[in-house]
């Protein structure tokens, strides 16, 4: 079973991006539901709920999965930004500039995440 899976997915041109597509996706609804979740408790037990706390309490107890969650949903986001881009971009050379952007944006992203990780 695992092997015809595999090969399916190699053989296909555009199957291999459609799986992780899917993947990214299943990983990313139960952690924002755990985020929204958390957040809402949070916001249940206080009283006076200022922002400062309240981003406190997001930035100091959930750091990782912000952190985790923030890569995953720019991984996706430019996962489908290229999609759109290969599929309604007509030009080649604005296509691939197009995707090339996206790229360096994403990865420019997760660079600037990364050192605001550090800080927490």
């Known amino acids: 079973m695992t092997e015809k899976l595999l090969h399916f997915i190699r ?8 799986w992780l597509q899917r993947f990214l996706a299943i990983l990313l609804a139960p952690i924002i539901l755990y985020l929204l979740f958390d957040v809402a408790i949070y916001i249940g ?6 922002v400062m706390m ?13 952190f985790i969650t923030s890569v995953i949903l720019i991984w996706h986001v430019r996962g489908g930004m290229e999609v ?12 691939i500039v197009s995707i090339f952007l996206i790229r360096v944006i994403a990865i420019e992203i997760m660079e ?4 605001c990780s550090i800080i927490f």
Request: charged share 20%.
């Open 11 to 18: 053989t296909k041109s555009g199957s291999m991006h459609w």
């Open 45 to 50: 037990q206080q009283s006076d709920p200022t």
């Open 54 to 66: 309240f981003l406190n309490r997001i930035f100091n107890h959930n750091s990782i999965f912000i």
């Open 84 to 95: 759109i881009i290969e599929d309604y971009v007509h030009g080649e050379k604005t296509r």
């Open 112 to 115: 600037y995440l990364y050192k």
